[in-house]
């Protein structure tokens, strides 16, 4: 068989990139640029090099089968999850070319985004694959890119980043200059606040996720809040053990799904006793006390009121834990901060 190649990406310190400003809007507007990194770049970048690409979706309606064995097929997706995806390309010349258009793009688009790359050609898409995962830790020690504008001494500092300020933005009302890495999250704020909703609309059924840290619940003259950090035990090692196309797919299919089903029971459950909230928090009408900022594979970030911080947790917990995936379980970091 021909020599294919293999592309393993991986996005670097997101929790610093999501939590760089104490602004919420910032927060979901970088949390929507990192789920559009594979569903939305990734899916742009293949289409303006290669045309339309239908079969990108195809790893998940056929896990047992690859396409990327047919001469006609230039790129396929082996899977996307855990912050990774792996990709299949004809050639080494295709998957560099992708590798640049694409870096080029998040430049552009998700300024202040790190990434990391492992390429590797093979004659069996199934062969390899712990090595790639090798390859891909030993590149996030090598190359630590450039992925925001220099601040030099005749620039505007940002006063959200402290980067270089080349965005004009209107913000407290006051037309000011601050970072493309602001200026790029603050544009996405409203896109993100709809993808959860939509991602949860079966549950919320006319509830809703507040758009300020304020209106968490917390009582008059108290502002502190509880931010939530869940992840799950040993998943990398999983993803890292899985021995075939087919194995990986399924395990990043079944987490995803294991997180989404997690986050729908918490919030069903906090609905299901609303009353009792809004009795004892000072909530607006049909608003929860509880704002999602990431959900990715088995990485899950929200905030809360700070009285409820270790209870969600907790409840998030057992409800992961409890989806049918085997030996599933996660553990929490919960900060309490005004």
């Given at each position: 068989?021909?020599?294919?190649?293999?592309?393993?990406?991986?996005?670097?310190?997101?929790?610093?990139?999501?939590f760089?400003?104490?602004?919420?809007?910032?927060?979901?507007?970088?949390?929507?640029?990192?789920?559009?990194?594979?569903?939305?770049?990734?899916?742009?970048?293949?289409?303006?090099?290669?045309?339309?690409?239908?079969?990108?979706?195809?790893?998940?309606?056929?896990?047992?089968?690859?396409y990327?064995?047919?001469?006609?097929?230039?790129?396929?997706?082996?899977?996307?999850?855990?912050?990774?995806?792996?990709?299949?390309?004809?050639?080494?010349?295709?998957?560099?070319?992708?590798?640049?258009?694409?870096?080029?793009?998040?430049?552009?688009?998700?300024?202040?985004l790190?990434?990391?790359?492992?390429?590797?050609?093979?004659?069996?898409?199934?062969?390899?694959?712990?090595?790639?995962?090798?390859?891909?830790?030993?590149?996030?020690?090598?190359?630590?890119?450039?992925?925001?504008?220099?601040?030099?001494?005749?620039?505007?500092?940002?006063?959200?980043?402290?980067?270089?300020?080349?965005?004009?933005?209107?913000?407290?009302?006051?037309?000011?200059h601050?970072?493309?890495?602001?200026?790029?999250?603050?544009?996405?704020?409203?896109?993100?606040?709809?993808?959860?909703?939509?991602?949860?609309?079966?549950?919320?059924?006319?509830?809703?996720?507040?758009?300020?840290?304020?209106?968490?619940?917390?009582?008059?003259?108290?502002?502190?809040?509880?931010?939530?950090?869940?992840?799950?035990?040993?998943?990398?090692?999983?993803?890292?053990?899985?021995?075939?196309?087919?194995?990986?797919?399924?395990?990043?299919?079944?987490?995803?799904?294991?997180?989404?089903?997690?986050?729908?029971?918490?919030?069903?459950?906090?609905?299901?006793?609303?009353?009792?909230?809004?009795?004892?928090?000072?909530?607006?009408?049909?608003?929860?006390?509880?704002?999602?900022?990431?959900?990715?594979?088995?990485?899950?970030?929200?905030?809360?009121?700070?009285?409820?911080?270790v209870?969600?947790?907790?409840?998030?917990?057992?409800?992961?834990a409890?989806?049918?995936?085997?030996?599933?379980?996660?553990?929490?970091?919960?900060?309490?901060?005004?």
């Open positions: 068989m021909e020599k294919i190649a293999a592309v393993l990406l991986d996005i670097t310190g997101i929790q610093r990139y999501v760089g400003s104490n602004r919420l809007k910032e927060n979901l507007g970088a949390s929507f640029m990192i789920e559009n990194v594979y569903d939305g770049f990734l899916r742009e970048v293949a289409q303006s090099l290669f045309g339309d690409r239908k079969e990108l979706d195809r790893w998940q309606d056929e896990p047992a089968r690859l990327i064995t047919d001469s006609s097929i230039e790129m396929e997706v082996g899977y996307i999850g855990g912050g990774n995806a792996l990709l299949f390309f004809r050639n080494q010349d295709m998957a560099k070319q992708f590798v640049q258009e694409w870096s080029k793009n998040l430049l552009l688009k998700a300024p202040g790190s990434t990391a790359v492992a390429i590797e050609e093979m004659e069996d898409p199934n062969e390899k694959v712990a090595a790639l995962f090798k390859e891909l830790n030993k590149n996030k020690f090598l190359h630590h890119p450039q992925v925001t504008l220099p601040r030099h001494g005749i620039t505007t500092e940002c006063s959200l980043t402290g980067f270089s300020a080349e965005c004009e933005s209107e913000l407290d009302k006051q037309e000011k601050i970072s493309s890495v602001s200026a790029s999250k603050l544009n996405c704020e409203e896109s993100a606040h709809e993808m959860f909703h939509n991602l949860f609309r079966d549950v919320l059924k006319g509830y809703e996720f507040p758009k300020e840290l304020e209106k968490l619940g917390q009582s008059k003259g108290e502002s502190h809040i509880a931010i939530v950090h869940i992840d799950g035990n040993g998943m990398g090692k999983r993803f890292m053990a899985c021995s075939t196309i087919e194995q990986l797919r399924g395990l990043s299919v079944s987490l995803r799904n294991a997180t989404k089903k997690a986050m729908s029971s918490l919030l069903q459950q906090i609905i299901t006793g609303y009353n009792y909230y809004q009795e004892n928090f000072n909530l607006k009408p049909n608003t929860l006390p509880i704002r999602p900022i990431i959900l990715g594979g088995d990485d899950v970030t929200f905030v809360a009121d700070a009285r409820l911080g209870y969600f947790a907790e409840e998030f917990i057992n409800a992961f409890k989806q049918p995936l085997s030996n599933l379980s996660a553990c929490a970091g919960v900060a309490i901060t005004k």
